[in-house]
């Protein structure tokens, strides 16, 4: 696939084939994401893969428990109760795969660095007709004292990038975006 092609037809899959994923395509696209640049080439990316599905049932649980619980200081999720209380949610969709990329701390690029990482993961695995989505809702248990204590991950590490993988069922979503927002541009 041309990278424009990738670039302009990847979407955010919410809807998965049950088929796992081969451990060496998940290491290729690892292999990929850590391509990215880097400040000062600090390359501050780790990498935790989770494919248990009874464990990311149990994960994508505690994830919702956790959001309802926290509607009151974040007014803007109030929009996704309903979802969150539902029992038959999964917010990782049933993705055969999660990736979750931290990135350290103490290293200032670290947030860029690793968000950067993820772009590449993502389109590398759009190329190889693999869906992606970026779970922003996993942020707070998965970053959590108790899910890193879990995985033996250093405090050091902060999670930047939740994203899931797996093949797409059909329809593939439309994209859509706004004109470019160009503030100025001086000649
Ligand atoms: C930081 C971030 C967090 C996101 N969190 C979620 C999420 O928790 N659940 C979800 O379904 N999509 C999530 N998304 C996907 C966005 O909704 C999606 O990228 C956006 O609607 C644009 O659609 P597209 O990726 O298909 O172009 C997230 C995307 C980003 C970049």
Known sequence: MELITAIKTRRS??????????????????????????????????????EN?????????????????????????????????DPETSIFYHAPVLVLI?????????????????????LSAWDRGIGSCWIGFSYGICNSPEFKEEFHLPENHQLVAPIILGYPQEPIPQGDRKEVPLLYWMK
């Open 53 to 85: 599905q009874e464990y990311l049932k149990s994960l994508s649980d505690r994830c919702k428990d956790f959001l309802l619980s926290s509607l009151d200081r974040m007014p803007i999720l109030e929009r996704y109760r309903s979802y969150f209380s």
């Open 13 to 50: 899959i919410r809807n998965y084939k049950p088929d796992p994923m081969p451990e060496d395509v998940v290491k290729e696209l690892l292999g990929m994401a850590i391509w990215a640049p880097s400040g000062m080439n600090s390359q501050p990316w780790s990498f935790v893969v989770i």
């Open 102 to 122: 931290y990135g350290d701390k103490n290293l200032f690029t670290s947030t860029t660095d690793c968000s950067m990482a993820a772009l590449n993961l993502m």
